[in-house]
């Protein structure tokens, strides 16, 4: 595992990045330095995971970790099962959200939350993990990425104010493309340590680069998203194939390497849609 440090945990991985200054980059430079960091397939999607919050989103002064909760358990009739409450004296937000990561290490979350004014309708907030009335439930790893700390969380009349409110409605789909794009990057921070086949890996990284200014999800962003995938998968398969060793690294990609190609169905299935809608 040459130039890789040890990270065998969760705590580890967020000393080191916390060491490194790694919230304090923007976030290209945060999925590329944050890759570099990794030791294992999970720390890379927490760099790339970390680089798309902070893009997507205008967090302010949070600092640290933070995770986009959109997911729920939905009730037997289909009722959202996390409210945002408006009001002329402040906001109020109810509820649970099933799915977040880096569950004991968050600082901060982004909530997708559904109007309770307007059923049809959401809204993004933004919030310590701490604060009063927020319960965030870690649960061990599955057998992908085992060692990121998953897990839900519950709201119970959590207090907001206008601060708390972020602009839009829901950007689930242009944060699925941001994150794709982060993964990229931080795959390529963290194999380009090998300095094994590097020009494929450098080629990908400078079209994910690009995409930093791109389009959000346009026809051309996701040709091009998909192409520096295209890359990075093709160098993984072959150094998965061939590896120069076949070491303890090797290993716990060969076994979490779905990862890698993660994002390509939905980055293909949005560009045939977009396609079809042009002609």
């Known amino acids: 595992m040459t130039g890789y440090a040890e990270h065998a945990d969760q705590a580890s991985f967020r000393s080191a990045w916390d060491a490194a200054g790694t919230s304090a980059l923007g976030p290209t430079a945060m999925a590329m330095a944050g890759g570099a960091l990794a030791d294992r397939a999970a720390w890379v999607f927490v760099a790339g995971y970390q680089a798309a919050v902070r893009q997507c989103f205008d967090v302010g002064a949070y600092r640290g970790w933070g995770s986009y909760l959109v997911s729920e358990r939905r009730e037997a009739s289909g009722e959202p099962t996390c409210w945002l409450s408006l009001g002329g004296d402040g906001a109020s937000l109810q509820g649970s959200k099933s799915w977040l990561a880096a569950a004991s ?29 927020v319960a965030v439930e870690p649960r061990t790893g599955g057998r992908f990425l085992p060692e990121l700390e998953q897990g839900g969380a519950r709201f119970d009349a959590v207090a907001l104010d206008a601060t708390n409110l972020l602009d839009g409605e829901r950007v ?108």
Do not use: Y
């Open 105 to 133: 290490d968050l600082d901060f979350l982004v909530v997708n939350a559904t109007l309770r004014d307007e059923p049809g309708r959401t809204r993004d907030v933004v919030l310590a993990a701490d604060v009063a009335g």
């Open 172 to 279: 689930f789909g242009a944060f699925a493309f941001v994150e794709a794009r982060c993964l990229v990057l931080a795959h390529c921070g963290h194999f380009l340590v090998l300095r094994h086949d590097v020009e494929r890996l450098e080629l990908a990284r400078e079209l994910a680069e690009g995409l930093a200014t791109a389009e959000l999800a346009s026809t051309e962003s996701l040709k091009l998203l998909i192409e520096a995938q295209t890359l990075l998968l093709d160098w993984f398969a072959d150094w998965v194939a061939e590896p120069p060793a076949r070491d303890a690294h090797w290993q716990r990609w060969h076994d979490d390497q779905r990862l890698v190609g993660m994002h390509r169905p939905i980055a293909e299935k949005r560009l045939a849609k977009a396609l079809a809608a042009a002609s």
